[in-house]
């Protein structure tokens, strides 16, 4: 038996530009996500990575961005119904830009997520900007929740964005 990996490793094909250029949207399949190849974990489609159960959340991605610019880093999710392991569990949305650059993050609460909601909520987005004088222009973008040592499950994450916002 070949053996296969367990983790999702990012489809580059499933990130689109937005129209206008506005930004970048990153579908499930263009993710990293950690235990993202074992079916116990995760259900994958073209259209959303559910979550089935893991006590690890890593998700993650990378795409390129211009000098100058700011950009808003954002997940489209669902908690279903029978969701569990989110009670006064925070997640963190976090970006850097570069390999080396210090992470910003925005702390959520997916308790309340019942529909397609883009976390963090629009009062409290994620904000990176990008100086002139950068010379590594991948902005690394990831969900996690790996903390808490919890079990959690029922996720949905329909998409990620990253979505220009103006010059810094």
Known sequence: MA???PHQ???ITCIKEMTNGAGKEILPKGL???WGNDLRYWKITEQSAELLQ???LEV???VKVDKGNSYLVKFDVTVKENGFGWDNTDVLVMAKIGKKGPYKFKAVNLKCVTSGVIIPPND???KIEVDQHEKDLELHFGLYEVWSGKWKG???INKAEVVKVGNV
Request: no cysteine; proline share 0%; aromatic share 10%.
């Open 3 to 5: 053996f296969r990996k």
């Open 9 to 11: 490793t990012a489809d």
């Open 32 to 34: 990293n996500i950690i």
């Open 54 to 56: 893991v006590s690890w």
């Open 60 to 62: 993650s991605g990378k």
């Open 124 to 126: 409290n987005q994620l």
């Open 154 to 156: 029922g996720l949905i």
